[in-house]
């Protein structure tokens, strides 16, 4: 079964280091997303992406944040200067379509933690 | 803005005993549902999506939803737990704009399974 693959699995860093996370969306999905899920709290939306731009973002999604599809296949999310606060569960997911009876397909996340 | 509450944050239950969780939600617009799962150390897995026609959904492991306008619920049951039923459940609602398909998410409940 196809699946979205994220990388890394956990990544460390030091607070106002740029970070960047990747996911391999499912290939002939047409929407990108990420949320996030901060420790004990919800999952939340940050970002979508289609056709090679940004379709909406929360209010969480600042300018710290950006989104590039550089190639065919990898979708990241770039953390420019990292916050303690940006410690989370980060969650990749596509879609085939963009209205709401459309499912996500999530990858499996990638843990940051800002020291 | 939608919302979405799921009541209680842990459920214990007995192998074998029925699972019930609860999510209520709140959406301007007559909403598409879903029900994920995240097994440890997994991203979310779909279980289930209410979208329109039926309002009793089956989903995937024996779950099923039902959708109850009136009430605005659509609380997920398994008549039988099993042990691989242990994860934690998310319920969604989505916003059905045409730029993305936007999950708002409940806070989850945890689901211990006891032998």
């Known amino acids: 079964e196809p699946e979205v693959t994220q990388t890394p699995s956990h990544q460390v860093t030091q607070m106002g280091q740029e970070v960047i996370l990747r996911c391999v969306p499912i290939?002939?999905?047409?929407?990108f997303y990420w949320y996030r899920q901060i420790l004990g709290q919800k999952v939340e939306f940050l970002v979508s992406f289609y056709n090679n731009e940004i379709s909406e973002k929360s209010e969480i999604f600042d300018d710290q944040f950006s989104v590039e599809r550089p190639d065919g296949s990898n979708f990241t999310l770039k953390i420019r200067s990292t916050k303690l606060e940006d410690s989370a569960m980060y969650f990749c997911?596509?879609?085939?379509?963009?209205?709401?009876?459309?499912?996500?397909?999530f990858g499996a996340g990638s843990r940051l933690t800002v020291l | 803005a939608q919302s979405v509450t799921q009541l209680g944050s842990h459920v214990s239950v007995s192998e074998g005993a029925l699972v019930l969780l609860r999510c209520n939600y709140s959406?301007?617009?007559?909403?598409?549902l879903f029900w994920y799962v995240q097994y440890p150390n997994q991203g979310l897995q779909l279980l289930l999506k209410?979208?329109?026609?039926?309002?009793l959904v089956k989903g995937i492991n024996g779950f099923e939803a039902e959708f109850k306008k009136s009430e605005t619920s659509f609380h997920l049951t398994k008549p039988s737990a099993h042990m691989s039923d242990a994860a934690e459940y998310f319920c969604?609602?989505?916003?059905?704009?045409?730029?993305?398909?936007?999950?708002?998410f409940g806070g989850g409940t945890r689901v211990l399974v006891k032998p």
């Open positions: 959406s301007s617009v007559p909403p598409y």
């Open positions: 209410y979208t329109t026609g039926a309002t």
């Open positions: 290939s002939n999905h047409l929407y």
């Open positions: 969604a609602v989505s916003d059905y704009g045409a730029a993305g398909n936007k999950l708002t």
């Open positions: 997911a596509s879609s085939v379509g963009g209205t709401g009876a459309n499912v996500l397909t």
